[in-house]
C-alpha cells in the first residue's frame, strides 16, 4: 500500500502494526502552546473542569473569540488522559478523520482500533466510527477528546462520523468541539439527555475584569473608564481587545482609537487596514498580505512565493511582535496565522494586488511539488484555476490516495476537474475516475465517465511514460463491454502498451487469464493466472494477489487437484488476514469461495463466517466490473444453496441477472446461473430471512442503527424518500420485524451488519 507509514503499536501482550496517516504534523495532535499575551479564562476552565456530566461541550462562536485558548487550558488542567485534533480542510475525508482521531487518541493510550479499506459508502465511515466509540470504551480509563476548528469539516460523511461519536461516547469519555459555525450534532437529543454543555459568544466574550490583563499584556495600559469605553465598543470580543492594544501600540499618542465593532461587524477589514497595517513598513504589509495564501508558512516556502531571501528572520520578528503569527513547532520552522488575522489579511491583498493572487498560488504550488508535499501544491493549483496542473497532479496522486482509503477526497478531486470542463482535455483523468465510481459500485457515475474517457483524445503519455491509449484498453477490459475475446483483446493490447513498472500490467495478465476461464478453457488459463500471481506480487497488488489465486484455485477444484485447491486457497486468506481488505471489490469472490471451501468440509460455522463477509460487498457487485462481480456471485448463490437458503440464493441470482442483461456475453458464466435457477426450482422454499436482501437494500442496512433520519439516508444515498421508505419496508418484511428498533436487535442477533 501506498500513502501511509508503518509504526508499531503496543497496547496488548502483542505488538500490532499500525498505519498510520503519513507526515502527520506534530501540531495537530499537540494541545497547542501557550502565546504570550493570552488570558487565563480561570472562571471558563473551571466550568468546563466541573460539567463532567456533560459527555459533549460544544464551544461555538465566530472568529477571534478565542476557542482554541480556551479548548487548550482546559486541556492543561485535564492533562494526562487528554487527546487533542486540530482539524483543518485536508482532514476533510471520513477515513482520514477517522485515522486522526485514532492517532490522537493513541497519544494517550493505544487502542485496539483499525480504519479498514472504506468502499466510501456513508454507511462503511458510519461503521468506523461506532468501532472507534468501542474500542474507546475499551480503554483502561475514560479520556477527555478535543477536536478544534470544528467548522473546517464540512462533508456529510465527516459530519456523520463525529455526530455517530458524540452520540456513541462510552460513560466518562467527554467529548469538546470548538467551531465557528453549527456543527450539525443533534443538539436537541443531546440537550434532552442532561449530556450537552454549550458555550457561546456571551460565554466567551472578555468582561471588564478580564479585559485589563489582555490589554497589558499587550503592551497597553488604560485606566478602568478606557478599559469600559473599550469593553463596550468590541462588546468583549478578545480578538477586537487585541487589535485595538496593537493599533495603540502603533500609534502610542492615539489612546481613543474610535471604532465600534464585534466579531461579525463588515468594517473590520477597515479597521485593520487604518489602524495597524498603515502603521507598519510597506515591506511588511506586502510579507504579510501575501504569505496569507498560506496555510502554513515557513521560510524556505516564503521565500520562493514572494521571489526573495531573509524570510525566516521576518517571520521570528512578527511572533515576537506579536502580530499574530503563530509558531506550529518548537523549532519554530512553520508558522501560521491567526485564522482570523489570515482573513482579514487575505481580504487586504484581495483589494491591494488582486492580479497577484493567482501567481503566489503558482509559486507555492510549484515550491510544495518540489519539496514533496504533492496535495498542498494541487490545492494551491487548484486556487489559482490551473486546471491542467491539477489534472497532472492527480493523476500522480489518485492512486495512492485511493489506496490509503481517502476515497472522498479523490472524488472532491475529480469532481473539481468535471466542474471545469478538464475531462474531454484529459482522458486519462476521466479513466481514473471511471474505475473508482466502478469499484465504489456507482454504475450510473461510471457509465458517465467512461462516455468522457472515450470522447478524449488518446495522444499524449501518462505520468509513468505508457501512452494514454494503453490505459483506455485496460478501462475497456475490466468494462468487458464487447464480449469475451474483445475483452482478452482489449487486455492483451493494455499489456503490451503499458510501462513495464505499470502496476496495471499485473491486473492485465488476471484479465487475459480470466478470459479464458470464461471460454472454460481451463489449460490455458491456469499458467496466465500463475503469471499473474508472480506479478501482483511483485507490484505489491495483495488483494490482486488474493483473488488470482481463488481463480486458480477454482481451476484447481474443477480438476480435482485437492492439495492444490487448499495451497491456493489458504494462501489467499493469509493474505487478507495479513492485510486490511475486507471492504476491497475483488475480496467478496476471495470470501465467497473460502466459505464454498469450508463447506465442502463440512464446517458450516466457518462458512457462514465467510459468507457474512462476502455479502457486506455486494452493493459493489455490478455490471461496471461484470466478471468478477458475475463469480463472486455465482459463489454466494451455491454457499446458500448449500445452506438450504432458496430466498438467498435467488436474491444473488437476481443480481447477477442483472448484470448480464448489461454485458450478455460473459462466457460460460450465465450458463452457470441457469444451471442453479434449475437446481433451485427442484428445492423446497426456506423461510425468508436477511439473506433476500437485494444489493440496494444491502447499502441502506448499515445507516438503520446510526442517528440518520430516513430522509437524511435519502440524501446519503442519493436516493428519493420514497425509495428509502419502500427499501426499509422490505427489509422488514425480510427479517420479520415491524419496527426499525426491532430491525437493529434482529441484525445484531444474527450477527448480520451490511456493508459495515
Known amino acids: 500500500m501506498m500513502g501511509r507509514s508503518l509504526a508499531i503499536r503496543r497496547g496488548s501482550s502483542t505488538p500490532r502494526v499500525v498505519l498510520m496517516p503519513l507526515g502527520l504534523p506534530a501540531s495537530k495532535i499537540e494541545v497547542p502552546r501557550q502565546r504570550r499575551g493570552l488570558v487565563d479564562r480561570a472562571a471558563l476552565v473551571q466550568r468546563l473542569v466541573q460539567a463532567d456530566d456533560a459527555a459533549v461541550t460544544l464551544i461555538q462562536a465566530p472568529a477571534g473569540y478565542g476557542k482554541t485558548t480556551l479548548m487548550a487550558q482546559w486541556a492543561e488542567r485535564s492533562r494526562p488522559r487528554v487527546a487533542w485534533l486540530s482539524l483543518d480542510a485536508g482532514d476533510d475525508d471520513p477515513t482520514e478523520l477517522l485515522r486522526y482521531l485514532d492517532a490522537a487518541i493513541a497519544r494517550v493510550e493505544p487502542i485496539d482500533f483499525e480504519v479498514d479499506q472504506l468502499p466510501g459508502s456513508p454507511g462503511a465511515a458510519l461503521v468506523g466510527a461506532r468501532q472507534l466509540a468501542s474500542a474507546m470504551d475499551r480503554m483502561s480509563a475514560p479520556i477527555t477528546l478535543m477536536l478544534d476548528h470544528v467548522e473546517t469539516v464540512t462533508s456529510a460523511e465527516s459530519r456523520d462520523v463525529m455526530t455517530e461519536l458524540a452520540l456513541r461516547l462510552p460513560p466518562g469519555t467527554r467529548l469538546g468541539l470548538a467551531s465557528r459555525d453549527p456543527v450539525g450534532l443533534p443538539t436537541a437529543r443531546l440537550r434532552a439527555a442532561g449530556g450537552l454543555l454549550e458555550l457561546g459568544v456571551g460565554d466567551l466574550a472578555m ?191 489518485a492512486q495512492p490516495v485511493w489506496a490509503s482509503g481517502r476515497v472522498e477526497t479523490v472524488r472532491r478531486w475529480m469532481d473539481w476537474l468535471e466542474e471545469r470542463g478538464a475531462l474531454p482535455r484529459h482522458p486519462a483523468v476521466a479513466i481514473h475516475g471511471a474505475l ?63 510501462e513495464l513498472r505499470s502496476p496495471y500490467r499485473a491486473t492485465m495478465l488476471f484479465t487475459e487469464g480470466l478470459s479464458y476461464v470464461l471460454e472454460d478453457d481451463q489449460d490455458r488459463a491456469d499458467p496466465i493466472l500463475a503469471a499473474a500471481v508472480d506479478a501482483a506480487d511483485v507490484a505489491g497488488a495483495a488483494p490482486l494477489t488474493a483473488v488470482v489465486l481463488t481463480e486458480r484455485a477454482m481451476i484447481a477444484a474443477d480438476q480435482h487437484r485437492w492439495s492444490a485447491v487448499k495451497a491456493h486457497s489458504d494462501r489467499a486468506l493469509a493474505i487478507m488476514a495479513e492485510g486490511r481488505f475486507s471492504e476491497y471489490w475483488t475480496s467478496a469472490l476471495v470470501y465467497a469461495w473460502a466459505a464454498r471451501v469450508a463447506f465442502s468440509r463440512g464446517d458450516v460455522g466457518e462458512a457462514t463466517g465467510w459468507l457474512d463477509r462476502a455479502v457486506r460487498l455486494r452493493p459493489l457487485l455490478t455490471y461496471s466490473l461484470p466478471v468478477v462481480s458475475m463469480q463472486a456471485l455465482l459463489e454466494l448463490a451455491r454457499a446458500y444453496v448449500s445452506l438450504a437458503d432458496i430466498a438467498g440464493a435467488r436474491a444473488v441470482l437476481r443480481q447477477a441477472a442483472e448484470i448480464t442483461e448489461r454485458r450478455r456475453d460473459l462466457g460460460i458464466l450465465p450458463v452457470h446461473a441457469d444451471q442453479l435457477r434449475r437446481q433451485l426450482d427442484t428445492m423446497s422454499a426456506h423461510v425468508v430471512g436477511a439473506s433476500a436482501l437485494t444489493a440496494a437494500e444491502l447499502r441502506l442496512v448499515p445507516l438503520l442503527p446510526t442517528h440518520l433520519s430516513f430522509p437524511e439516508i435519502s440524501e446519503r444515498l442519493y436516493v428519493s424518500r420514497h425509495t428509502v421508505k419502500t427499501q426499509v419496508m422490505s427489509i422488514y418484511r425480510k427479517l420479520g420485524v415491524s419496527s426499525r428498533s426491532e430491525a437493529i436487535e434482529r441484525m445484531e442477533l444474527i450477527g448480520f451488519h451490511g456493508s459495515g
Open 207 to 397: 468582561s471588564i475584569d478580564e479585559a485589563p490583563e489582555l490589554l497589558r499584556r499587550a503592551g497597553v495600559d488604560l485606566d478602568d473608564t478606557e478599559v469600559t469605553r473599550l469593553v463596550q465598543r468590541t462588546e468583549g470580543w478578545p480578538a477586537g481587545l487585541y487589535l485595538a492594544a496593537l493599533a495603540m501600540q502603533a500609534t502610542p499618542t492615539n489612546r481613543d482609537v474610535g471604532f465600534t465593532f464585534s466579531g461579525n461587524d463588515r468594517f473590520m477589514v477597515e479597521y485593520l487596514r487604518s489602524e495597524l497595517l498603515d502603521h507598519v513598513s510597506q515591506e511588511d504589509v506586502e510579507f504579510l498580505t501575501r504569505t496569507s495564501v498560506l496555510d502554513a508558512m515557513s521560510g524556505p516556502l516564503c521565500d520562493a512565493l514572494l521571489g526573495t531571501t531573509g524570510s525566516q528572520l521576518v517571520l521570528e520578528r512578527l511572533e515576537s511582535k506579536n502580530l499574530l503569527v503563530v509558531p506550529l513547532d518548537r523549532q519554530r520552522e512553520w508558522y501560521r496565522y491567526h485564522h482570523l488575522f489570515g482573513e482579514l489579511l487575505r481580504s487586504e491583498l484581495a483589494r491591494r494586488e488582486p492580479d497577484t493572487i493567482r501567481d503566489l498560488h503558482r509559486n507555492a504550488a510549484g515550491w510544495c511539488e518540489t519539496n514533496g508535499r504533492p496535495e498542498e501544491a494541487l490545492r494551491h493549483a487548484q486556487a489559482a484555476g490551473d486546471v491542467d496542473d491539477v489534472a497532472r497532479l492527480v493523476l500522480d496522486l
Open 436 to 498: 473508482i465510481h466502478a469499484l465504489l459500485g456507482r454504475t450510473g457515475q461510471a457509465d458517465r465517465w467512461v462516455e468522457a474517457a472515450e470522447a478524449g483524445p488518446m495522444t499524449g503519455t501518462l505520468a509513468d511514460g505508457g501512452p494514454t491509449e494503453a490505459l483506455l484498453a485496460y478501462l475497456r477490459a475490466l468494462l468487458a463491454r464487447d464480449g469475451v475475446a474483445r475483452m482478452r483483446a482489449h487486455a492483451q493490447a493494455a499489456y503490451r502498451g503499458l
